[in-house]
C-alpha cells in the first residue's frame, strides 16, 4: 500500500536560515508527490508538485523540492526562512482514483 | 474565482448526537472529497465523489457516517450519532477531473472543526 512519512513533526529555524523538510514515500508505481502547506484555520494550499520530467521543482513562496526515486524521497527546502513561513506543512502521493494520501505533517516554526 | 466553501466553520456537539456538514465545489469540478484531519495528523480520505456518483468510500465508518451529492455539484456529510472520536477538522476539496495527467490539482476548503464532548 502507498505511504507518506514525514521526519520530524516539528522543526524549528531561525529566520533567514535553510528550510529543510523531509519526506519519503512508498509506492509501487511512478509516483505523483506534492507538498501543501496549512496555515491556522485554514485548509491546505498547494506548494508544488511532482508529476513528470524535471526532478527539481519549484513552488511558490520560494520553495522547492527535489525528487529523488533511489531514495524515494521529495525534501521540501527553501534557502532563506521568513517569519510568515511558520505554518504546517504535508507531503502527499497521489492514490488511485486521484485522493492524496498525505504523511502527517510537520510544524515549521520560524525564530526571530 | 470562488474557492471551495464549507460550513459551518466550527461545531460543537455532545456524543450520540447528529451533526452535517456542507460543502460546495469551485464551479464545473467534477470531482469532490471529503477529508478527515485529526489533530496531529494528516488528512485522510473519508469519500470521493466523481459527479453524483460514490468513487471511493473504503474508509468511511458508514455505521455511523454518510454522504451525498445528489446533483453532482454541493455536498454534505453526516455523522450520526458522533463519538468522542469524530472530533476533527472536515476538509472538503474538489478537482476538475480525477484522471492523472488531467488538471487534477484538487483545491481546498477552509475545512469545518468538528469537537465531540
Known amino acids: 500500500a502507498q505511504s507518506v512519512t514525514q521526519l520530524g513533526s516539528h522543526v524549528s529555524v531561525s529566520e533567514g536560515a535553510l528550510v529543510l523538510l523531509r519526506c519519503n514515500y512508498s509506492s509501487s508505481v511512478p509516483p505523483y508527490l506534492f507538498w501543501y502547506v496549512q496555515y491556522p484555520n485554514q485548509g491546505l494550499q498547494l506548494l508544488l508538485k511532482y508529476t513528470t520530467g524535471a526532478t527539481l521543482v519549484k513552488g511558490i513562496n520560494g520553495f522547492e523540492a527535489e525528487f529523488k526515486k533511489s531514495e524515494t524521497s521529495f525534501h521540501l527546502t527553501k534557502p532563506s526562512a521568513h517569519m510568515s513561513d511558520a505554518a504546517e506543512y504535508f507531503c502527499a502521493s497521489r492514490g488511485v482514483g486521484g485522493k492524496l494520501i498525505f504523511g502527517q505533517g510537520t510544524e515549521l516554526s520560524v525564530k526571530p | 474565482e470562488a474557492g471551495v466553501a464549507q460550513s459551518p466553520r466550527y461545531k460543537i456537539i455532545e456524543k450520540r448526537q447528529s451533526v452535517a456538514f456542507w460543502c460546495n465545489p469551485i464551479?464545473?469540478?467534477?470531482?469532490l472529497y471529503w477529508y478527515q484531519q485529526i489533530l496531529g495528523q494528516g488528512p485522510k480520505l473519508l469519500i470521493q465523489f466523481q459527479n453524483n456518483g460514490v468513487v471511493d468510500d473504503s474508509q468511511l465508518p458508514k455505521d455511523r457516517f454518510s454522504a451525498e451529492r445528489l446533483k453532482g455539484v454541493d455536498s454534505t456529510l453526516k455523522i450520526q450519532p458522533a463519538k468522542l472520536e469524530d472530533s476533527a477538522v472536515y476538509l472538503c476539496a474538489s478537482s476538475e477531473s480525477l484522471l492523472a495527467g488531467k488538471n487534477n490539482e484538487q483545491f481546498f476548503g477552509p475545512g469545518t472543526r468538528l469537537t465531540v464532548l
Open positions: 464551479s464545473g469540478h467534477a470531482t
